[in-house]
């Protein structure tokens, strides 16, 4: 069974430009999570969707949006980079995104502004 | 403001020992509380979990201790071995909440020398 993929693995991106992360979740998942990963602030929560719907939100700037697709695949997408969204950017997929359902997290794209 | 503490940031212990993470949570409205394993360029990897109702959980050499009433939990890795050696993290979500938000810890870098 195949894990959570995620791409691209590495980006670079100059202050100002936009960029588009993609998560496929392992199949038969219909949630989706993601998350920033960062030295100084740790993991934290961006979004989650669930059947195309976003059902949480963390505490992040309009610039980061995402969405879901009726295949489960989701996007995650930051307008006007900034040099302090270099990070880690973790997806995770579950069967239902409950609470007490495991969630198996990719391998992350590694995002670096400059 | 973090909702989850996590201490220490990384210990060092010799094969066979035990390392103690320890945890404590503010949000009474937690419920659920997994450990992730994290090995560099890897996603997180959930290693155990566990429900305020019950005081300890056990899975091979790894357990988890709960204190309701201080609002702490902590993991303690028996007979620790170098393949252990990974970053850790605490989390904390809710059951009922919606979509799976996890709140992570800190994390601690766990180091098990040979």
């Known amino acids: 069974k195949a894990g959570v993929t995620q791409t691209p693995r590495y980006l670079i991106k100059t202050r100002g430009q936009q960029v588009t992360l993609s998560c496929s979740p392992i199949?038969?998942?219909?949630?989706v999570s993601w998350y920033q990963q960062t030295p100084g602030q740790g993991l934290q929560f961006l979004f989650e969707?669930?059947?195309?719907?976003?059902?949480n939100k963390g505490n992040f700037p309009g610039r980061f949006s995402g969405r879901q697709f009726s295949n489960s695949r989701s996007e995650m997408n930051v307008s006007t980079l900034e040099l302090g969204d270099s990070a880690l950017y973790l997806c995770a997929s579950s069967v239902t995104g409950n609470a007490n359902t495991e969630a198996f997290f990719g391998q992350g794209t590694r995002l670096t502004v400059v | 403001q973090q909702q989850v503490k996590q201490s220490p940031q990384s210990l060092i212990v010799q094969k066979g020992g035990i390392s103690i993470i320890n945890c404590a949570y503010e949000n009474t409205a937690f419920d659920y509380f997994p450990w992730y394993q994290q090995f560099p360029g890897k996603g997180p990897a959930l290693l155990i979990a566990?429900?305020?109702?019950?005081s300890e959980k056990k899975e091979g050499r790894f357990t988890i201790s709960f204190n309701k009433s201080a609002k702490q939990f902590s993991l303690h890795i028996m007979d620790s071995q170098p393949g252990d050696s990974a970053t850790y993290f605490c989390a904390a979500s809710m059951l009922n909440g919606a979509g799976n938000k996890l709140t992570f810890g800190g994390g601690t870098r766990v180091l098990v020398k040979p």
């Open positions: 199949s038969g998942h219909r949630s």
């Open positions: 969707y669930f059947s195309e719907t976003q059902r």
């Open positions: 566990i429900r305020p109702d019950v």
